[in-house]
T-cell receptor, first 114, second 115 residues
Framework: GAGVSQTPSNKVTEKGKYVELRCDPI?????LYWYRQSLGQGPEFLIY????????DSGLPNDRFFAVRPEGSVSTLKIQRTERGDSAVYLC????????????FGPGTRLTVL | GNSVTQMEGPVTLSEEAFLTINCTYTATGYPSLFWYVQYPGEGLQLLLKATKADDKGSNKGFEATYRKETTSFHLEKGSVQVSDSAVYFC??????????????FGQGTILTVHP
């Protein structure tokens, strides 16, 4: 079956612009996670959804970052007033449920803010 | 808070050499422990996991044992191949609470294996 997909694969934007990054999880997976990976670092947790609700958004760096998952499937990560420091690879992962289940990662969206 | 520390790379080995990548962690309670691998041009994949103390995870010739007394989860392989060249990430997942399932990663270790 299809894995986790993310679009776009690359996004170049200018400082101050708004961007949306999309994640399509594996069908039937109720848990969805967003991570951010800076160059040479491991992924850092941003937010986690169980179904439609954000169960833990403690990793969002500030209020410019917001994510939704309105129907419990596709999720969109939204970044307002982008800054150069937002440049990173944004990873999405899904799992059957939260907890010990394996998380399956998408290929990521590389965001570059000029 | 939770944290994971991996040995710094890059690690360069010849084919058939023995591999160890050290990983230690800090966490409350009893986390689950994971090794993820990222091959060139590909996404993160789960390599192996262990969910309780003294468990050994294994896959593709790689092994790691959950050592609670030393808070470690070192990755080992007896004979590496060129195809093992990748970035390896140690990670933990806290059980329970609102952070259930959230992964905390180490910084990654680049492994290059030469023929």
């Amino acid at each position: 079956g299809a894995g986790v997909s993310q679009t776009p694969s690359n996004k170049v934007t200018e400082k101050g612009k708004y961007v949306e990054l999309r994640c399509d999880p594996i069908s039937g997976h109720t848990a969805l996670y967003w991570y951010r990976q800076s160059l040479g670092q491991g992924p850092e947790f941003l937010i986690y959804f169980q179904g439609t609700g954000a169960a833990d958004d403690s990793g969002l760096p500030n209020d410019r970052f917001f994510a939704v998952r309105p129907e419990g499937s596709v999720s969109t990560l939204k970044i307002q007033r982008t800054e150069r420091g937002d440049s990173a690879v944004y990873l999405c992962a899904s799992s059957l449920t939260a907890g010990h289940n394996e998380q399956f990662f998408g290929p990521g969206t590389r965001l570059t803010v000029l | 808070g939770n944290s994971v520390t991996q040995m710094e790379g890059p690690v360069t080995l010849s084919e058939e050499a023995f591999l160890t990548i050290n990983c230690t962690y800090t966490a409350t309670g009893y986390p689950s422990l994971f090794w993820y691998v990222q091959y060139p041009g590909e996404g993160l994949q789960l390599l192996l996991k262990a969910t309780k103390a003294d468990d050994k995870g294994s896959n593709k010739g790689f092994e790691a044992t959950y050592r609670k007394e030393t808070t470690s989860f070192h990755l080992e392989k007896g004979s590496v191949q060129v195809s093992d060249s990748a970035v390896y990430f140690c990670a933990l997942s806290q059980t329970g609470g609102t952070s259930y399932g959230k992964l905390t990663f180490g910084q990654g270790t680049i492994l290059t294996v030469h023929p």
